[in-house]
């Protein structure tokens, strides 16, 4: 399920839900749309869809200890201008007991409830706990172009082995929000994308306090 609302220059995308709700927001303008009598200017849009093209929620209505749940989020560039590209994640966590792949019980403790592993082209620039989740921040290490796609920030998610009984019937959502602001005079002067897109990130944070597309406080 996925809706679109657009806005100039930048969009944040959304997917939340018990493993099965995809939405997108709009955000404001970080380039402003500057028009001149005798001095014409073509406005840029940054524009972008958030999709999880191989998931499907009504094979993910009941999860089991240990198992892989199929989750695959990318960004596609829908806009005119190049951009830097953000995948937040966040993975719920409880205080509960897990035990390991031979059935030894490890303990009870605050854990995170999924784990997931992410391929060379994604970059953690942070990690943060944030109420009951702990909230992960990937940027993309390559600009991406008009109407290109990323590659997934991962392919599945996998769910905790917990022993049974603690958190039975319970509603489990692991957020995903997608940021994406222009290349153009946001990067700074390092040769690295990945620097690049560390600082722009940086500007993406300031410009959106407070506002629809701001992310996860």
């Known amino acids: 399920m996925k809706t679109n609302k657009k806005r100039n220059l930048k969009k944040a995308g959304f997917v939340a839900g018990v493993l099965c709700l995809a939405s997108i927001g709009g955000v404001s303008a ?36 240990g198992k892989d749940v199929k989750k695959d989020p990318q960004i596609k560039n829908t806009g005119v201008n190049d951009a830097f590209v953000y995948l937040e994640v966040s993975i719920p966590m409880a205080e509960v007991e897990a035990a390991s792949e031979d059935g030894t019980r490890l303990g009870k403790r605050e854990q995170e409830l999924f784990s997931f592993q992410t391929p060379t082209n994604w970059t953690k620039l942070s990690s943060k706990k944030t109420g009951d989740n702990q909230v992960y921040v990937y940027a993309y290490n390559e600009v991406l172009k008009p109407e290109q796609t990323t590659n997934t920030l991962f392919d599945s998610v996998k769910f905790l082995n917990i022993i049974e009984g603690q958190i039975d019937e319970k509603n489990l959502s692991i957020p995903i929000r997608a940021y994406a602001i222009q290349t153009s005079y946001t990067g700074g002067d390092s040769a690295s994308v990945v620097d690049q897109a560390r600082t722009a990130y940086e500007k993406y944070v300031n410009q959106n306090k407070g506002q629809e597309g701001q992310v996860t406080p």
């Open 30 to 65: 970080y380039l402003t749309d500057f028009d001149k009598a005798d001095n014409q200017f073509t406005v840029g849009k940054v524009s972008i869809d958030l999709d999880e093209p191989g998931f499907k929620p009504e094979e993910q209505t009941k999860i089991e200890p």
